[in-house]
Every structure is written in structure tokens, then in C-alpha cells.
């Protein structure tokens, strides 16, 4: 094991919980549901890092990471007024996660993640776009495997706090601007690590922005990004200097075959990366029954 690895080894684990607490959107999902419907979705992704940086200087060696997630996700909407909604929903994430070359010695882990609980409430603006407005708390519960004594898990052993904010303005029938952003808050994990050492994180904040454009009624095609910041991990109220401040991009399509089925793909990278692994692969794809 390099001098590096040896240095970072702490920050590594402590960012290793599986899968990312990022919650990213894509173009649409902020629109409103029909009302007293379910939409049922079964998410594949696959994400891939062939590079580790440290305070923004980049490991010398071979550091990969490779993870794969299943994820199910449940949303009904409901329609109390004509221009609002409430779209309660349950995620539950199924991951195996793989460390690789010179970062293999953090081993592997797979299991169930921890679930996710959310309402969103969603607001129809009365202007002529009929633009979105929407808050949305999501809470992530510890169920997810962890074992104190991995320095890989896909559970955080703690509870994590979620809101988002987001805004949709429809330029036209075809195009359409979404941004949007979130913070996130922990409980403390208080079985970090073999000696079960007390690991807490500051505030996580995310902003994401996306152009879509509406091919069709059925066919909608997306780009944007988003940039990732906060989230300094404590042991012990030790600082780990390990402060996230990364930006990704993403591209998106989405079909629906039939009125009820729809598919769509996403794929991206990250751009920059001041901590942690630099994703040079994501990709998703969704599968979504609206009934």
C-alpha cells in the first residue's frame, strides 16, 4: 500500500457509504403527477472511478471504484387543489459496491441501502408557463448493511435529513428550464471504524440545473449538471479536512412506449473533484408503470 493511500486511508473510509446520499433529478421529475395516480420505477445504474483526489490533488496510482445499484421507488400523487400536489414516496436501494487496484484493500461491500421517505409538495404557478414550484423532504433511515469494522458499506448508520427545493419555468410546450437545489444534515454514527469511534458530518448542499426539450408529447431529451459542496466528516470531533466540491454533468432521454410505460436513460461524469473518487462512468437506466 502506496505513502498516499497510508495518508488518506481515514478519508476514504469516512466517504464510503454506499449509496451516495446525493438525491439528483432529472428533467421531468418535478412535474406534476396525473391525480390519484401511482408511479412505480425500477432504477439500474452502474457508476465507475478510475481516479482519487485528496484536498484537489489527485492520488499517484491506480485507485477504482466500481459500484452497481437496483433501486425501487413508489410515488402517488395526490390533488387537493387543481394547482397543488402531494407526492409521497418510499426508494429502496439494493447496492454492491467494489474497490479496486491500489484502493482494493477497502474490500467490498453489497446489500440493501438505506430507505428513503419523501413528500413533495408540488405548486402550480398561475403565470403562462404554469411554471413548478416544489419542496420536498425526504428522510434516510439506517437500514441499510454496515459493518463497523469495513471500511466500504452501503449504509450510513445514521439518520439523514433531506430538503430540497426546485423550480421548473416552461420557456414553451417544448422547452423548459429545471434548477434546483438541496441540503442535507446527520445524526452522528457512532460505530465508525473497528475502535467504534464517533463520525459526524457537516451540512451537504447540492445544486443541479437541467435544459429539456420536449422532441415529442412522449419524448423528452435533457442536458445539464450539478455541483456538490459541505459534508466535512469529523472522528472523534477530529477534522478530516475532507470538504466535497465537485461539479458532474449529465445528459437524459426519456419515452414513453405507451401511455402507463415509460423508459429513460442518463448517463455522465464528473468534471472536477476536490475529494474523493472522480466518476469517469454513470449511467442510468429507468423503467417507470404509471398506474
Known amino acids: 500500500m502506496n505513502k498516499f493511500f497510508c495518508r488518506t486511508g481515514i478519508s476514504l473510509a469516512a466517504a464510503l457509504s454506499l449509496p451516495a446520499d446525493a438525491l439528483e433529478f ?14 412505480a420505477l425500477a432504477y439500474f445504474q452502474y457508476a465507475h472511478s478510475d ?14 471504484l466500481r459500484s452497481e445499484a437496483t433501486l425501487l421507488r413508489i410515488i402517488h400523487g395526490f390533488r387537493p387543489a387543481e394547482n397543488f400536489s402531494i407526492e409521497p414516496q418510499i426508494i429502496i436501494p439494493f447496492v454492491r459496491a467494489d474497490a479496486m487496484g491500489d484502493a482494493s484493500p477497502l474490500g467490498s461491500a453489497s446489500g440493501m441501502g438505506d430507505i428513503i421517505v419523501g413528500m413533495p409538495l408540488k405548486f402550480r404557478m398561475d403565470n403562462e408557463g404554469g411554471d413548478i414550484l416544489s419542496l420536498a423532504p ?4 439506517p437500514t441499510g448493511a454496515y459493518n463497523n469494522e469495513k471500511a466500504v458499506n452501503v449504509g450510513e ?4 435529513y433531506l430538503m430540497q427545493g426546485v423550480w421548473i419555468h416552461h420557456f414553451s410546450d417544448a422547452w423548459a428550464f429545471t434548477t434546483g437545489a438541496d441540503v442535507s444534515w446527520t445524526t452522528a454514527n457512532d460505530r465508525y471504524g473497528a475502535d467504534n469511534n464517533s463520525l459526524s458530518q457537516s451540512p451537504r448542499y447540492e445544486y443541479q440545473a437541467y435544459l429539456s426539450y420536449n422532441l ?12 456538490i459542496t459541505g459534508a466535512k466528516s469529523r472522528i472523534d470531533g ?3 479536512d475532507d470538504r466535497l466540491d465537485s461539479t458532474y454533468v449529465r445528459i437524459s432521454a426519456s419515452h414513453f412506449i405507451t401511455p402507463a410505460v415509460q423508459v429513460q436513460f442518463s448517463g455522465g461524469r464528473d468534471i472536477a473533484v476536490e475529494q474523493g473518487f472522480r466518476q469517469d462512468t454513470n449511467i442510468s437506466l429507468r423503467l417507470g408503470y404509471l398506474f
Open 138 to 141: 425526504f428522510i434516510y433511515a
Open 238 to 240: 477530529i477534522s478530516q
Open 51 to 64: 481516479e482519487y483526489y485528496s484536498q484537489g490533488n489527485k492520488a499517484a496510482g491506480d485507485y477504482r
Open 216 to 227: 415529442t408529447p412522449a419524448t423528452q431529451l435533457g442536458f445539464g449538471g450539478g455541483w
Open 26 to 39: 432529472s428533467p421531468g421529475d418535478y412535474e406534476m403527477m396525473p391525480a390519484n395516480k401511482t408511479f
Open 157 to 160: 448508520n445514521r439518520w439523514r
